[in-house]
């Protein structure tokens, strides 16, 4: 990646079909290891949905069981079944025009949702990609790409990308026929520029777009990356063999069972012919001719120990959600009327990696808006990034009586902003605040009247 960045820097950041031909060559297994992963994640193209055995005629029953899922769902819904919360710093100039900026931007956009998407991809594949552009508005709009679509050209001395190149597949008509080409749209800190594959596989310019390149009206590069963690890592990979090995036994167990439906039959003393066996099948019964000591039918039934495939079974589950760092909510163990200190502790695997995400989503969502920055700035709209804060708040069952007790114990000895923020039914504290602001002066204004009427 280094040597293609020099080899940028000397072309003044124009790219040639060498370069992109390497950086797809060079992305192929991360695209191919996260596209795997998004189609687990469907239960499209499990090992298990696949398996084949050499004996045709042996019952082979393909169970799934989506684990996988399970683990990205769950976090995805602990981590942000509440929205992030996106806040600006109240005593920066001009404040109510960047909050105005910045909740239109979000109403516009459907951010909440898009955080949501976002969270997911990167949780399935190790991270999720966005893109800023300008719509025909002139407004400001952002989009979630697919990751394995996108590969970003950083700077080791800079923590910021310097290119970004995105690529993906479509249908172009030539002639009467249809052909699937791979387009490739090309980023630098000012321009995006559009090339497409021709015959021979190189990447030409794609003349199909009436300005090539053209200005993306941003002063850096608009291609996002959300990691889930520093490795880039899926939260189910380091579990997929456990998994794979839950839906074989599970598989095999089931198989077994209607095994039993095709139970053997032991004849003794006698041989039946197919016809017999046929007329068997139809009537239910056996005429056997022969007499005499020895003659009989019996079925041969096989023993199961169910209570070792039982723990077999809840061994691999138990060790997929611990390595997976996920819990099941529908273990017993979350019954009851749970307090959160305890609740907490039974979810600190799950809270731990979501730490990690936070700080990653934070760090990415800070590039985004200084990239938006520089659009808003040419509105005259000046908005200082690092004064937009956001706040994330876990989707747990709450104990509002616990919560009550703390917060009222608390009061006087911290700042009620502080108090009323531990408050998990309280999402906006500021609004909170003039709402209590205004109980207070109604209530003087009443105490006013009282002492009138008197």
Request: glycine fraction near 6%; proline fraction near 3%; charge should be negative.
């Amino acid at each position: 990646m280094q040597d293609i960045l020099k080899e940028l820097v000397q072309l003044n950041g124009q790219v040639t079909s060498d370069i992109i031909k390497d950086l797809i060559a060079d992305h192929a297994p991360v695209r191919a290891r996260m596209l795997g992963l998004y189609n687990r994640y469907k239960t499209n193209d499990l090992p298990i949905l696949n398996r084949e055995f050499e004996d045709q005629g042996k019952i082979n029953r393909k169970l799934n069981n989506s684990f996988d899922s399970e683990i990205v769902d769950t976090k995805v819904g602990y981590f942000i079944g509440y929205p992030i919360s996106y806040q600006v710093d109240k005593e920066q100039p001009g404040a109510e025009k960047v909050d105005a900026t910045l909740q239109d931007f979000k109403l516009r956009n459907n951010i909440d949702d898009l955080d949501s998407e976002t969270v997911k991809m990167a949780t399935i594949c190790g991270y999720a990609a966005r893109l800023l552009y300008i719509d025909r508005d002139g407004l400001e709009r952002v989009m979630n790409v697919n990751p394995w679509e996108v590969i970003l050209i950083y700077d080791r001395s800079i923590n910021e990308p310097q290119f970004a190149l995105r690529y993906y597949d479509i249908t172009v008509k030539e002639g009467k026929q249809e052909k699937t080409r791979t387009r490739v749209e090309w980023y630098d800190d000012t321009t995006v520029t559009y090339y497409i594959q021709d015959d021979s596989g190189e990447y030409v310019p794609d003349i199909s777009e009436p300005v090539n390149p053209q200005p993306h009206l941003f002063d850096l590069v608009p291609v996002i990356v959300f990691p889930n963690n520093e490795e880039q890592q899926g939260d189910a990979e380091k579990v997929l063999n456990l998994i794979d090995a839950y839906d074989r036994s599970l598989s095999d167990v089931n198989s077994e069972i209607e095994q039993f439906r095709l139970a053997y039959m032991a004849f003794y003393g006698y041989d039946p012919d197919e016809e017999t066996l046929a007329k068997a099948k139809k009537t239910g019964a056996f005429g056997l001719d022969e007499k005499g000591e020895g003659v009989g039918i019996e079925f041969i039934t096989k023993d199961m120990n169910d209570q070792v495939i039982e723990n077999h079974l809840n061994r691999l589950e138990a060790n997929i959600m611990r390595f997976g760092k996920s819990v099941n909510m529908t273990d017993e163990k979350f019954a009851g009327n749970l307090s959160g200190v305890a609740i907490r502790y039974k979810l600190m695997p799950l809270e731990n990696k979501c730490i990690t995400l936070e700080r990653k989503m934070t760090a990415s969502l800070r590039q985004q808006f200084r990239v938006l920055a520089t659009a808003w700035a040419k509105k005259g709209i000046q908005v200082d990034y690092t004064n937009i804060f956001f706040d994330y708040k876990r989707n747990l069952p709450v104990n509002l009586t616990d919560e009550a007790d703390s917060t009222s114990k608390l009061k006087g000895m911290i700042s009620e902003r502080t108090r009323l923020a531990q408050l998990s039914f309280v999402d906006d504290v500021d609004w909170e605040l003039a709402e209590m602001a205004k109980d207070a002066e109604g209530r003087v204004n009443l105490d006013e009247e009282d002492n009138v009427n008197e």
